[in-house]
T-cell receptor, first 115, second 113 residues
Framework: GENVEQHPSTLSVQEGDSAVIKCTYSDSASNYFPWYKQELGKRPQLIIDIRSNVGEKKDQRIAVTLNKTAKHFSLHITETQPEDSAVYFCAASGGPGGGADGLTFGKGTHLIIQP | DTAVSQTPKYLVTQMGNDKSIKCEQNLGHDTMYWYKQDSKKFLKIMFSYNNKELIINETVPNRFSPKSPDKAHLNLHINSLELGDSAVYFC????????????FGAGSRLTVL
């Protein structure tokens, strides 16, 4: 099955600086890579996703890059703000089962924005 | 108009008891899931149902039994609760199995004493 590794587990940055979270995956057949944000006590919510036919996708201050050859993808947040503080999860899906195996999540990154 | 709703939100019970968590989605999605989030925040899939049929059953003790009466509902019944079952259980749904956006419920925090 798919295995997703995520680093770092905790990331502390100054407000206004950029944050980068990196993930690697094991199943070369995976073709869908979403990122979820989970605020304290809340549900995970999708913030951005990328499919394997695209190398980069951007949505305002958030961008995701994908390197299929190396099997890694990254989340970039620029001009960080206090409300960006949360746990971020990467995930991968779409393996040989025709995508029937659901999302495999990384272990999460606790992003702390220092004022 | 909550898209994925699960009840109860909090559940505190004694070891050995049996409990159920209910989940309903009004998005018209074909696939529903149960995820477990432990104290370290790790999200792990437990079960997946597509149109009422089980398609994923990860290595979960058989004390956990999902039931899907129709494609809008996926309930989770847990027998003989153990301390290690304490976690937040998230229900989720997607338009189709895999490779698709998951919409999560608000979670059900289970505490076993």
């Amino acid at each position: 099955g798919e295995n997703v590794e995520q680093h770092p587990s905790t990331l502390s940055v100054q407000e206004g600086d950029s944050a980068v979270i990196k993930c690697t995956y094991s199943d070369s057949a995976s073709n869908y890579f979403p990122w979820y944000k989970q605020e304290l006590g809340k549900r995970p919510q999708l913030i951005i996703d990328i499919r394997s036919n695209v190398g980069e996708k951007k949505d305002q201050r958030i961008a995701v890059t994908l390197n299929k050859t190396a099997k890694h993808f990254s989340l970039h947040i620029t001009e960080t703000q206090p409300e960006d503080s949360a746990v971020y999860f990467c995930a991968a899906s779409g393996g040989p089962g025709g995508g029937a195996d659901g999302l495999t999540f990384g272990k999460g990154t606790h992003l702390i924005i220092q004022p | 108009d909550t898209a994925v709703s699960q009840t109860p939100k909090y559940l505190v019970t004694q070891m050995g008891n049996d409990k159920s968590i209910k989940c309903e989605q009004n998005l018209g999605h074909d696939t529903m899931y149960w995820y477990k989030q432990d104290s370290k925040k790790f999200l792990k899939i437990m079960f997946s149902y597509n149109n009422k049929e089980l398609i994923i059953n990860e290595t979960v003790p058989n004390r956990f039994s999902p039931k899907s009466p129709d494609k809008a509902h996926l309930n989770l019944h847990i027998n003989s609760l153990e301390l290690g079952d304490s976690a937040v259980y998230f229900c989720a749904s997607s338009h189709r199995a895999g490779a698709n956006v998951l919409t999560f419920g608000a979670g059900s925090r289970l505490t076993v004493l």
